[in-house]
């Protein structure tokens, strides 16, 4: 990944197992500080919504595992640069009003 690789993760209990923490520290990998209670914050969550939204629209939705998987990669290559670029931008306005309300519901 890079030396200035910085590993995110949402916190949950399973990230946090005695396992999961020994592997990070083994591999000297460091954990970005990341605020309990908000997965609204993580950039791909609001992927994975558009690409539900996308499949939900879809005239024929995918009834197997095969179309499924077929579905998704065409959506995902078809994921606009832009919707990406935003959520990258917005990171830092999420961050700083999640401080704000001290790591509840961001409001908007």
């Known amino acids: 990944m890079g030396l200035q690789f910085l590993f ?4 949950a209990l399973c990230h946090r197992t005695v396992a999961a923490e020994q592997l990070l520290e083994s591999e000297d990998i460091e954990r970005m500080d990341w605020p309990a209670r908000s997965p609204d914050l993580n950039p791909i969550e609001h992927v994975w919504d558009f690409l539900g939204r996308r499949l939900a629209a879809r005239t024929l939705p995918p009834v197997t595992i095969r179309e499924l998987r077929l579905a998704l990669q065409d959506e995902w290559a078809a994921v606009p640069q832009q919707l990406i670029d ?4 917005s990171m830092g306005r999420r961050c700083e009003t999640c401080l704000a309300v001290r790591g509840d519901h961001i409001p908007y």
Do not use: F, V
């Open 8 to 11: 995110m993760d949402d916190n």
């Open 86 to 89: 935003t959520l990258i931008l």
